[in-house]
């Protein structure tokens, strides 16, 4: 026996049905995606999220996104090198002076295989969902991660003269969640 449905006057399949129901799915889950997406791919998000050794600057008083000043480098530990440590200048609170030294708890550059910067959505999908990529997180404790941390907060309240990450903390949390809900599908998959 062959169930079939009749929706606005058109008979379809069980299966065919199931098609509809994945296929929007799919597509919510991708609209969810890209709201995750405006914020990694946001300068706040992605200048530290390099690939190379050096954080990026970016903004309207510095033109193109450029190098971090002052020869900076990741370090061993992502803290900064010896003698040039993150915090040297990043301390727990923004600067108050306009295009002064931002800060935050337990400034650092995110780990190295945790790129963002120069990626594509498709990109950084895919290494959203790699254990071996996001620091061994589940997607739900990486949207926990985005939600709660001071430091990945930050992107949301940058200080004076930055342009802070889309929405808020709270906003990319559902998103990351209802994305994951979704069967957290990537571009182009």
């Given at each position: 026996m062959t169930l079939r449905f009749t929706i606005i006057g058109i008979s379809v399949g069980a299966a065919s049905l199931a098609a509809i129901g994945a296929f929007a799915q799919e597509n919510s889950g991708l609209a969810e995606w890209e709201k995750v997406y405006a914020v990694f791919s946001h300068p706040r998000c992605a200048n530290c999220h390099v690939e190379d050794e050096s954080p990026r600057w970016s903004g309207p008083h510095y033109g193109a996104t450029r190098v971090h000043g002052f020869a900076i480098g990741r370090g061993e530990d992502g803290f900064g090198n010896p003698?040039?440590?993150c915090t040297t200048c990043h301390f727990e609170t923004n600067s108050p002076k306009l295009h002064g030294p931002?800060?935050?708890?337990?400034?650092?550059?995110?780990?190295a295989e945790m790129?963002?910067?120069e990626k594509s959505s498709a990109e950084i999908c895919a290494q959203i969902k790699d254990p071996a990529r996001n620091g061994g997180r589940t997607l739900e404790e990486i949207a926990v991660h985005v939600r709660?941390?001071?430091?990945v907060g930050w992107g949301w309240s940058p200080g004076p003269g930055r342009e802070p990450a889309p929405g808020s903390a709270q906003e990319t949390y559902e998103a990351l969640v209802a994305w994951a809900d979704a069967g957290a599908p990537c571009p182009g998959e």
């Open positions: 003698g040039q440590r931002p800060g935050a708890p337990h400034w650092h550059l995110a780990p790129v963002w910067f709660d941390d001071a430091l």
